[in-house]
Structures are given as C-alpha cells and as structure tokens.
C-alpha cells in the first residue's frame, strides 16, 4: 500500500508540473515545488509555489478509480482552486546619507535671502 502511496504522489506531482501552469506567470511548477498537502478518498491537494514568481496555488487532483497494479496510469482531472500572487515588494527609499558641506552652504545662502514666516519655509521646500 505504502508503495502504492509512494507511486501516485509521484504520478501527481509529475502531471501537475507537466500540465499544470502558473495562473500569473504562466510557468510550469517545478516538481521540487509541489507538496501533496492532503488526500479524500480520490481527491489530492497540492500546494504549489512557482519558481519564477512566486505564486502559492492550491492545486485539486482528481483521479478516477486507479488500477491497482498501474499497468494504465489514471484518469485525471486538475484544477486550480486558489493562487495568491506574492505582495508586489516595495524599494525602500534610498538613504540620503549624512548632511554634506555643500547642502549645509547651499541651505545658508538661501536663508540669508529668505524673507518669510516658517510655515512658508516648509511649504516652499521639496522633501
């Protein structure tokens, strides 16, 4: 029985990464990226990550009555239930790094000819 396991997870995998594709890449799943996560009666659940976006779906197999010798691999039925795209991530803002001289003498000429309450300051300066 235990090989019988062993031989289906193996079939699975290998059909979900030979036909299976990435709902937001449209990339084949490495079959290194696929665990079956569950099983109900001819039911299997597999979770998949794709290699190239990173995707996570939840991927249902399901198989018709398999022979018991697998001499004829079974009939299969795939869907993808449910994929979440990773969050888009976000660059941080670059460190401006330490105050130079010459952002120090620029920012002295301009207050020297500046003539204004400051409120005004802040409204006038780009951050």
Known sequence: MAA?????????????????????????????AI??????????FARAICDV????????????????????EPEVEVEVLFDDPPEPRRREPASPGPITQREID??????ATYHGNLTEFFDDVDF
Do not use: K, Y
Request: aromatic letters at 10%; charged letters at 25%.
């Open 53 to 72: 976006c990173g995707t996570e779906s939840l991927i249902m197999v399901v198989l018709e009555e398999p022979t018991d010798q697998f001499e004829d």
């Open 4 to 32: 019988e396991n062993d031989h289906l997870t193996w079939f699975i995998v290998q059909h979900i990464a030979e036909n299976v594709q990435c709902q937001n890449c449209q990339s084949h799943f490495s079959p290194d």
């Open 35 to 44: 665990d079956i996560i569950s099983r109900r009666e001819h039911a299997w």
């Open 106 to 111: 620029e920012l002295r000429e301009f207050l």
